[in-house]
């Protein structure tokens, strides 16, 4: 006895001609899906709109003004007239530029790795259960709460030559005379330990909050098979602060490449040109005398310098995205 199957491959019999021999439903799924988004999409806008308008007017427009000015000659008083690459041409063989990128990087050398090291030992002091740690915390952070520019005039107040407290400690108690500002490389030196003392109770809060937001079922655990002290630190606390690590790198690399304010205040890129950092060296160019197509060239070239070495590191400290249980 031979029983008839049907055959489903096939479009049934009685379907219009023209019609779609397909499956239907996954159709009508895409179709209630791109309404569905749609809808989303037209209630979002009226909350994004203000943010894009904001965004457009105050880093989309100015960057591309400075886009354009960088193929421009003269100024803004005389007129611009178009120069094509002759900016970028005259950046790649300034010598000062040169030196200005190299001072740069000698204060990212001496402020980074200091600033990462002193930071997340003071953060994993800060995550520790000691008492009259809020005392602490509150201590530490207040210098952050300083602006630059008077964070700059403390410190040079502190070393000056006839009445700073600290130049007094160093020269009449010690007897040692230090050319706080007098001298290129203890002034560099100098600049990246007031950076740290300024910028050290906001870094160390952001480690404090990485180590405290590792488990402590995970530390139990790690004590429990014979880790402690520095076994504890550099295998378990270390791996999985990976990601903060990677963020306070950023940011204090960036801030390294755009030190300014200490500058402005304490040295006036001096002595000579021994602390003459790249940003001083472009506000100097832009209100000083100087050309602001020229300056606004060498923006662009210290924004790509900043964007490379921040993609390195974001690729030497991406972590492997493994969550902890």
Known sequence: ????????????????????????????????????????????VPFLVPKAVVFGLFVLAPFAYTVVLTFQRGSLLSGLTFAGL?????????DLFR?????????????????????????????????????????????????VVATGLIWKIMVDSEYGPLNALFSRLLGIDVPWLTDGTVAMVFLALITLWSTCGFYSIIFMAGFNNIPTTVLEAARIDGASGWRLF????????????????????????????????????????????????????????????????????????????????????????ADYE
């Open 86 to 94: 002759e900016n970028y041409r005259t950046v790649f063989t300034d």
């Open 99 to 147: 030196q200005t990128l190299m001072n740069t990087a000698l204060f990212m050398l001496i402020c980074v790795p200091l600033t990462i090291v002193v930071t997340m030992l003071v953060g994993l002091l800060l995550s520790s259960s000691i008492r009259g740690m809020s005392a602490y915390r509150t201590l530490i952070y207040l210098p952050s709460l300083l602006s």
């Open 234 to 321: 550099t295998a378990i606390k270390l791996p999985l602060v990976r990601p903060v690590l990677q963020l306070v790198l950023i940011l204090v690399t960036i801030n390294s490449i755009q030190v300014f304010d200490l500058v402005f205040v304490l040295t006036n890129g001096g002595p000579g040109t021994a602390t003459y950092t790249a940003l001083w060296y472009i506000y100097q160019s832009a209100f000083n005398g100087g050309s602001l197509s020229y300056a606004a060239t060498m923006s662009i070239i210290l924004l790509l310098v900043t964007a490379v070495i921040s993609a390195v590191f974001i690729g030497r400290t991406r972590s492997d995205g």
């Open 1 to 44: 006895m031979s029983v008839n199957v049907p055959d489903r491959t096939r479009a049934p019999a009685n379907l219009p001609a023209g019609a779609p021999s397909g499956p239907v439903r996954p159709r009508r799924a895409r179709l209630v899906r791109l309404r569905r988004g749609l809808t989303n999409l037209a209630q979002a």
